[in-house]
Every structure is written in C-alpha cells, then in structure tokens.
C-alpha cells in the first residue's frame, strides 16, 4: 500500500506542477487488480499502457532472464515502442545491460539498520536486489538525507548517482461531523492518533507502556491506533501487542481501530491532541508528512530522519523511554477542532506547496539521470 500510494501520489504531483518539463507513462499488465487500477485511472491526465508483458505471471522469467542475460528484452521493447527517455524502477530490475537510464528508487534501508527483524533470506532478497542496481549503474533515489547518508556508508555511490528527494502527500480539506466521528470510534474529545501500520519496527510497544505508566498516575489517556494488522516477518507481533496491552491494563486506552477509510484517517488526525509516531526506523515517514501539511502537533521518537523531516515542529522523546512519552502526553494540552478546521485553508496551501516542490525535484533527477552521467 506504501508504494502504490508513493506512486499515485508522485504521477499527480507530475501531472499538476511539471507537466511541462516531463510526460509520465505508467505501465501496467492485464492483470493488474481492479482496485489498484482504479487509483490510478483517478489520477487526472495519466495516460496508462497495458501490455502481457508486465503480467504478474511473467515477473520471476523475466527478473531471471534481466538478470542473466543483463536486460529484460521485453521490456526494453515495449519502453522502446513508446519512446520512454528514463525508466523509473520500483521494486522491479531490468538488467544491468538495459540502455535506458533508469532510476531505481530506495524507500529505505530498514533491512541494514535494524537487520534482526529479517531473516536470512528476506534480508539477501533485499541486498542483493540493492547491490544489482548499484553495479547496474542506476541513478539511485531516496527520500532523506539521513537515508542518503547511510546508503553511502554501505555502498559507496557517487555523488552524481544518489538523489535525494523528499516525497509529499496531498492534503485536500475534508468535511466532517466531528461528533459523529467521535460516535463512530467510541472516542472522547481528547485523544492521540497513532495510523501506523502494526509492523515490528514501528514500536506499538513504547505507545502501550506510556499507556500504562500513566494510568499508573491517575492519568486516564487515549490513543486511537489504526492500521493493517499483520506483519509478514513475524506473524506473532501483533497476538504479542495483545498481550502487552492486557499486562498493561490499558485496552480502554489504547483503542484499535483496524483499517479504516482514508478520508477518516485525515479527520481523526484533524481532531487528535496529535499525531503519534514511535517508529524506530523510516526512510520519511507519511503520516509525519500528513501532519505538518495539516499543521497538528506531532509527539516523534527521537531518530535523526524524524528531526530532519519535522524540524522544529514536533515534540521528541527517546524510543525506548515510554516514561518520556506518557509526560509528554500527560502535558498536552486539549485542541481547539473547530480552529483545526477553520485553518484548513492553511492546511491546502502547504500541501500544495510540498507537492509542487516534490515535483520539481523529481523532475530535476530525470534530467539528470538522462544525461547518462
């Protein structure tokens, strides 16, 4: 879901800010999920080519073939038939012969900073996959210096190949009733918001212990947790999260809210107190980005992509000292939600500023990259 909404999300910012300078070409198989393709029709403007040779079916012959032949010829051609001057390569490689620049986007380097939560063959998946597009000369793009800074460290790029480009999301005003919203999640007036994904490395566990130590104190917190609950890598987390809430006593507190509407996402970000998130690890973090365009007060663990992406404009704490976030939960005040909403205004003309200048840079990486340096 990460990197679909990435997608969409850069083919608008394209479309509305730089449609001048550059004509993205999505290419999809026939089989491509309905609901996904219906993401991608809404985007306004895109135009959409469908060939065979980018079916699911074909995927492993043809990362077989890049690999030892060095180019998918299938796709070569195809790219080649609609005259494409730069390929972007998400989670995808075409060979390290193949004679289009290509840039090969990096969400993150999870897989080296926090190598225990891999096992061994999800973690050789992911490095050799980075290695080949390394050796294959890639234009390499990431969304944070900090990222940029470690993927120097273990693979030693040049400077003219690593790209930084902080990606934005689009933040349209949405109306709602904000008593029925409370109703509808059985919520009180004053609540945080934490809409992360329940995966090992985003640290549910610091958000359930401040639960706890506050209650501890009299303190009766909430927390509004949305967000798929499975983790591929250990199916066990999630009954784990479980059990520490029941040993913290703080089921009323920390309220789990499951998947939710995205439209719901944004309006319960709009009427927290804040935005939480205790993530250990992020390339650059949506959510995060969600709330500066919004302008609500965000409560971040303290790791170097969340000061860099949120400045000054947050409240940090250690990851590992739950004590910290419950004072800082404690000392927080109640919001005004009907300011929120009148600042919406506000709200759109940030976005839309971060999107235009998401755009830009992207852009000024295809130039670069096609210049084959």
Not at 150 to 159: A, H, N, W
Not at 351 to 359: D, N, Q, T, V
Request: with cysteine; proline share 3%.
């Amino acid at each position: 879901m990460g990197g679909l909404n990435y997608q969409v999300n850069l083919l608008s910012a394209l479309l509305e800010f730089e449609n001048q300078r550059v004509e993205p070409i999505l290419f999809l198989g026939d089989d491509v999920a309905i609901d996904v393709l219906e993401r991608f029709n809404a985007v306004d403007g895109l135009k959409i080519v469908h060939s065979q040779v980018f079916n699911r079916s074909q995927k492993k012959r043809r990362l077989l073939k890049a690999i030892v032949t060095g180019c998918d010829a299938g796709a070569l051609a195809v790219f080649k038939m609609h005259k494409i001057n730069v390929v972007f390569e998400a989670a995808d490689f075409y060979g390290w012969r193949f004679n289009i620049p290509t840039i090969a986007w990096i969400p993150d380097l999870q897989h080296r900073m926090l190598r225990h939560y891999f096992g061994f063959f999800a973690f050789w998946k992911r490095e050799i996959g980075f290695r080949m597009q390394v050796y294959a000369k890639r234009h390499i793009m990431l969304s944070s210096n900090d990222a940029a800074k470690d993927f120097q460290r273990f693979y030693k790029l040049s400077d003219e190949r690593l790209h930084v480009v902080n990606f934005s999301v689009p933040v349209r005003p949405v109306k709602f009733d904000v008593e029925a919203l409370l109703a509808k999640y059985n919520l009180p007036r004053h609540f945080f918001y934490l809409p992360n994904q329940f995966w090992q490395h985003k640290n549910h566990e610091c958000v359930i212990k401040a639960l706890g130590i506050a209650k501890r104190e009299g303190k009766d917190i909430v927390v509004a947790v949305s967000g798929n609950h499975e983790d591929s890598r250990d199916p066990d987390y999630f009954p784990k999260l479980l059990s520490l809430i029941a040993a913290e006593s703080v089921e009323e507190n920390f309220r789990l809210l499951g998947m939710i509407p995205y439209d719901d996402v944004q309006a319960l970000m709009l009427s927290a107190a804040a935005l939480i998130n205790p993530s250990r690890f992020e390339g650059w973090s949506t959510t995060v980005e969600e709330a500066k365009s919004l302008g609500v007060e965000m409560l971040l663990s303290d790791i170097n992509v969340h000061r860099e992406q949120a400045e000054q404009n947050a409240l940090f704490f250690a990851q590992d000292k739950p004590s910290q976030l419950a004072k800082k939960m404690s000392g927080l005040p109640s919001i005004s939600i009907d300011e929120r909403i009148g600042n919406l205004k506000g709200a759109a003309e940030r976005s839309e500023l971060f999107m235009s200048r998401f755009a830009d840079k992207f852009t000024t990486v295809i130039e670069a990259s096609a210049k084959k340096i």
